[in-house]
């Protein structure tokens, strides 16, 4: 039976429609049940209620409080019998409390190399540091920013003449892949958690190396 997944979101939710459109296949062990926003203009809203998937909003500023407003935010993916969550540009630090509550069923995806680059401004910190690799992480959420057991990470190159924007470009490609494969590996019951890491069964690693820049 497939899994009843919840999608949160802040803004115009670009993972969530990766994730949506992953879905419409027949064969993909999750379906997106509900998109919940904390902010009621979030674009996403819109995209999500025209693949016809149930909305929500629950607006962090009506509550006086973390705990409250997290405490309706579980009440709300409970009712809608939620059982793994996918934070999509979803922009509110939840508490050990909520990450606890969730364990092993609360999913993220980072725009750097985890552990490299966590929290915000990844693109220009990568770039001002000058590595040649980036790229994308999705990982079960901890209740540290940006750590967890990592399911998927894909590697971009940094190119010549890359700024912030082309770079995101290249990265955010990236992400619409990983997620909705990190979300079918732990939907489809071949990612689980031992330790401080991600065990996928029958995974395929790729094989060889990558030079940046290429060998002459």
């Keep these: 039976m497939k899994k009843k997944v919840a999608v949160l979101i802040s803004g115009r939710g670009s993972n969530m429609r990766a994730l949506i459109e992953a879905a419409l296949a027949a064969d993909y062990p999750a379906d997106i049940v509900r998109v919940i ?33 997290e405490a309706e935010l579980d009440r709300r ?21 909520f990450v606890d509550a969730w364990k092993d069923r609360l999913i993220n995806i980072h725009p750097s190399l985890l552990p490299a680059f966590p929290g915000l401004d990844t ?18 959420v901890r209740t540290e920013m940006d750590a967890g057991p990592i399911i998927v990470q894909a590697a971009v190159p940094v190119l010549p003449g890359d700024d912030e924007e082309r770079l995101a470009t290249r990265v955010l490609e990236a992400e619409h892949l990983a997620y909705p494969l990190a979300l079918a590996l732990v939907a489809g019951g071949r990612a689980s958690v031992r330790g401080d890491a991600v065990v ?17």
Excluded: Q, W, Y
């Design 37 to 69: 926003s904390n902010r009621p203009d979030a674009g996403g809203l819109a995209h999500a209620a025209e693949a016809g998937i149930a909305t929500d909003v629950v607006d962090h500023t009506a509550f006086l409080g973390r705990d409250k407003f």
């Design 77 to 97: 993916l409970k009712e809608a019998e939620v059982e793994l969550i996918c934070l999509a540009g979803f922009m509110r630090l939840l508490t050990s409390r």
């Design 123 to 140: 693109h220009a910190r990568a770039l001002a540091a000058g590595v040649r690799f980036t790229g994308c992480t999705v990982h079960f």
């Design 200 to 216: 996928i069964d029958g995974a395929a690693a790729p094989t060889g190396f990558l030079l940046n820049p290429a060998a002459i």
